[in-house]
T-cell receptor, first 114, second 115 residues
Framework: NAGVMQNPRHLVRRRGQEARLRCSPM?????VYWYRQLPEEGLKFMVY????????ESGMPKERFSAEFPKEGPSILRIQQVVRGDSAAYFC????????????FGPGTRLLVL | KQEVTQIPAALSVPEGENLVLNCSFT??????LQWFRQDPGKGLTSLLL?????REQTSGRLNASLDKSSGRSTLYIAASQPGDSATYLC??????????????FGKGTLLTVNP
């Protein structure tokens, strides 16, 4: 059973471009969480999704950020018109049943905005 | 709002030493507490998970304790090895009574074990 996969592992964007981060949960997992780790900061919750539903997006910036987890395919975290402050490591985690099992983390996508 | 604090922020010890990492949280209404390890440029590896009704969990040289009422947890590492060098993160899940189990993390303790 492959672990949580994230791609790309590293992403470089210029200010104003769009960034698309992908997360493929472990097989059989239907819950996905996205977290962001800013330089010198701890990981912060961004959004929690189940298949086709956003359950909690209280940690998402109100503008430019969106997330989805379609019925088929990976979860996508999309950042429009990136700014330098978006440079961070973005981690996703999946679980089969929320809270019953440990969340399994992917290796992260490191976004650098020039 | 739940806040998680980890002390110390960094720790350097000689190989073989026993050590304790501390974690405190402000809201004792937690569902569980987890300790993770993060290696530079890598993802997170779960080390130990303690349910709110438990007092401690052990895995090999690691032992984690939980005092929910006082909002504290400790991670004890016995006979430390250079391979233990990493950032150790403490995280809690709030017992919200719902299905949202987002993790609230501390900033971590950077551990260096010197040969």
């Amino acid at each position: 059973n492959a672990g949580v996969m994230q791609n790309p592992r590293h992403l470089v964007r210029r200010r104003g471009q769009e960034a698309r981060l992908r997360c493929s949960p472990m097989k059989g997992h239907s819950h996905v969480y996205w977290y962001r780790q800013l330089p010198e900061e701890g990981l912060k919750f961004m959004v929690y999704l189940q298949k086709e539903n956003i359950i909690d997006e209280s940690g998402m910036p109100k503008e430019r950020f969106s997330a989805e987890f379609p019925k088929e395919g990976p979860s996508i975290l999309r950042i429009q018109q990136v700014v330098r402050g978006d440079s961070a490591a973005y981690f996703c985690a999946s679980s089969p049943q929320s809270g019953v099992e440990t969340q399994y983390f992917g290796p992260g996508t490191r976004l650098l905005v020039l | 709002k739940q806040e998680v604090t980890q002390i110390p922020a960094a720790l350097s010890v000689p190989e073989g030493e026993n050590l304790v990492l501390n974690c405190s949280f402000t809201d004792s209404a937690i569902y569980n507490l987890q300790w993770f390890r993060q290696d530079p440029g890598k993802g997170l590896t779960s080390l130990l998970l303690i349910q709110s009704s438990q007092r401690e969990q052990t895995s090999g040289r690691l032992n984690a304790s939980l005092d929910k009422s006082s909002g504290r947890s400790t991670l004890y590492i016995a006979a430390s090895q250079p391979g233990d060098s990493a950032t150790y993160l403490c995280a809690v899940i709030k017992d919200s009574g719902g299905s949202n189990y987002k993790l609230t993390f501390g900033k971590g303790t950077l551990l260096t074990v010197n040969p």
